[in-house]
T-cell receptor, first 117, second 114 residues
Framework: KAGVTQTPRYLIKTRGQQVTLSCSPI?????VSWYQQTPGQGLQFLFE???????NKGNFPGRFSGRQFSNSRSEMNVSTLELGDSALYLC????????????????FGEGSWLTVV | AQSVTQLDSQVPVFEEAPVELRCNYS??????LFWYVQYPNQGLQLLLK??????LVESINGFEAEFNKSQTSFHLRKPSVHISDTAEYFC????????????FGGGTRLMVKP
C-alpha cells in the first residue's frame, strides 16, 4: 500500500512568486493535514482538510491556502513568497478527522523542500 | 491552548547505553500523546502513542514511554540504543477538539556514538 506522496520533493522559488505543493494521501484516507517545519519555529500546523472542507487552520497569514479534491488529494498554495517561507512542508493523512483512536493513525509523507531566494 | 516542551535539544549517548528523552505538555483537557521519529531527509514516522488505558506504551523497536498525568509528562526511554536510533524525536499532543491537529515540541536530536 503506497504511503503519503508529496510532489515536488525539492523546489527553488524567487521572492514574490507563488508555489503549489501537492499531496496524495494513503488510499482510503479522507483527512489531509499540512505542517511547516523550519529550524527556528519547528513543526507548525497549517491546516486540515476532511471531505473537501477545511476543518482546522493554524496561525499563518492568508498567503497560505489549501484545498482538497473529491479524491482526497490536496494542494497547498503559498502566494507572494518571502524568504521566511523556506521550509520543509509536510503532508499527513489519516482515515478520518479527530478521535485519534487506534484506527486513526496520522501518517506523514517525506515532505516538499521549498527554498525561497 | 496546548503546548509541548522537550527539555533537551540534543542528547549524545554511547551505543548500548540507556537513554531518556524528556517531554512535558500543557493542556486544559484530556490529551492524546505521541512520539514521532524523523530520520535525515525523511518525513515523520509514528513511534508510539498514548490514547487511554495503560500508562506505559511500547514500540516494536524497543522504545517505551510512560504517561504521567500528575507531572504532565510523556518521557521516551530505551534501555539500550543502537547507532541506527540516531534521529530527531518529536513529542506531540492532541485532544478531542483538535481534529487531526498535532502540537509538536521542538524536537530532541539523539546522537548515538560508537
Amino acid at each position: 500500500k503506497a504511503g503519503v506522496t508529496q510532489t515536488p520533493r525539492y523546489l527553488i522559488k524567487t521572492r514574490g512568486q507563488q508555489v503549489t505543493l501537492s499531496c496524495s494521501p494513503i488510499s482510503g484516507h479522507r483527512s489531509v493535514s499540512w505542517y511547516q517545519q523550519t529550524p527556528g519555529q519547528g513543526l507548525q500546523f497549517l491546516f486540515e482538510y476532511f471531505s473537501e472542507t477545511q476543518r482546522n487552520k493554524g496561525n499563518f497569514p492568508g498567503r497560505f491556502s489549501g484545498r482538497q479534491f473529491s479524491n482526497s488529494r490536496s494542494e497547498m498554495n503559498v502566494s507572494t513568497l518571502e524568504l521566511g517561507d523556506s521550509a520543509l512542508y509536510l503532508c499527513a493523512s489519516s482515515l478520518v478527522s479527530g478521535l485519534p483512536s487506534s484506527g486513526n493513525t496520522i501518517y506523514f509523507g517525506e515532505g516538499s523542500w521549498l527554498t525561497v531566494v | 491552548a496546548q503546548s509541548v516542551t522537550q527539555l533537551d535539544s540534543q542528547v549524545p549517548v554511547f551505543e548500548e547505553a540507556p537513554v531518556e528523552l524528556r517531554c512535558n505538555y500543557s493542556s486544559s483537557v484530556s490529551v492524546y500523546l505521541f512520539w514521532y521519529v524523523q530520520y535525515p531527509n525523511q518525513g515523520l514516522q509514528l513511534l508510539l502513542k498514548y490514547l487511554s488505558g495503560s500508562t506505559l506504551v511500547e514500540s516494536i523497536n524497543g522504545f517505551e514511554a510512560e504517561f504521567n498525568k500528575s507531572q504532565t509528562s510523556f518521557h521516551l526511554r530505551k534501555p539500550s540504543v543502537h547507532i541506527s536510533d540516531t534521529a530527531e524525536y518529536f513529542c506531540a499532543v492532541s485532544d478531542n477538539n483538535a481534529g487531526n491537529m498535532l502540537t509538536f515540541g521542538g524536537g530532541t536530536r539523539l546522537m548515538v556514538k560508537p
